[in-house]
């Protein structure tokens, strides 16, 4: 079974900065999505096993996904943090093996989760 860990929520002010981090046995597309109470879980960005990224409205911007494939970990650096930002934050990987190109962005295309690590931005 595929276990993705997180790391690296907590709480900031707004113009802060957060990086989290995600620990995955796979080489595969990730992405980070986030969702609060009553919302639908969206997508902030993801990055292809060989380094392409997508943002979406939300990531664009101010925040940037990367990947150390030496540690097989995947990192969202958030910066210039506003309150509406805060949520719970998950990794996610898709099932399929390496992934090239431009990778999808949809939570549906998304197969393994981790258990997500909140982020709270205070005004």
């Known amino acids: 079974q595929v276990q993705l860990v997180e790391s690296g929520g907590g709480s900031a002010q707004s113009g802060g900065s957060l990086r989290l981090s995600c620990a995955s046995p796979v080489n595969t597309c990730m992405g980070w999505f986030r969702q609060t109470a009553g919302k639908e879980r969206e997508g902030v960005a993801t990055i292809s096993s060989d380094g392409f990224t997508t943002y979406s409205e939300s990531g664009k911007g101010r925040f940037t996904i990367s990947q150390d494939n030496a540690k097989n970990t995947v990192y969202l650096q958030m910066n210039s943090l506003k309150p509406e930002d805060t949520a719970t934050y998950y990794c996610?990987?898709?099932?399929?093996?390496?992934?090239?190109?431009?990778?999808?962005?949809?939570?549906?295309?998304?197969?393994?989760w981790g258990q997500g690590t909140q982020v709270t931005v205070s005004s």
């Open positions: 996610a990987a898709r099932a399929a093996g390496y992934c090239s190109g431009s990778p999808p962005i949809a939570t549906y295309d998304y197969y393994y």
